[in-house]
């Protein structure tokens, strides 16, 4: 099976990161259906307000800066 999102990809090439857009999008959508819409919205927006706190208060911006994805 042939990789088209390794080292030896075009530069113009967007395909690698097309891929991991539909997980993202599609389990909020499919938690609303579960939980309801105003919760799931609820619950996204403390989640970024605590990430937003943990940005603000942060010593420096290396402690922002997360490992490196694995290959």
Do not use: E, I, N, W
């Not at 857009?21 to 919205?41: Q, S, Y």
């Amino acid at each position: 099976m042939r990789s088209f999102c390794g080292p030896r990809t075009a530069p113009g090439r967007r395909s690698c990161g097309l891929r991991k857009v539909p997980g993202p999008v599609l389990l909020p959508g499919a938690l609303a259906d579960r939980f309801g819409r105003r919760r799931v919205f609820r619950c996204g927006l403390l989640l970024f307000g605590l990430a937003s706190l943990v940005c603000a208060l942060a010593p420096s911006p290396g402690v922002l800066d997360p490992a490196p994805p694995p290959h």
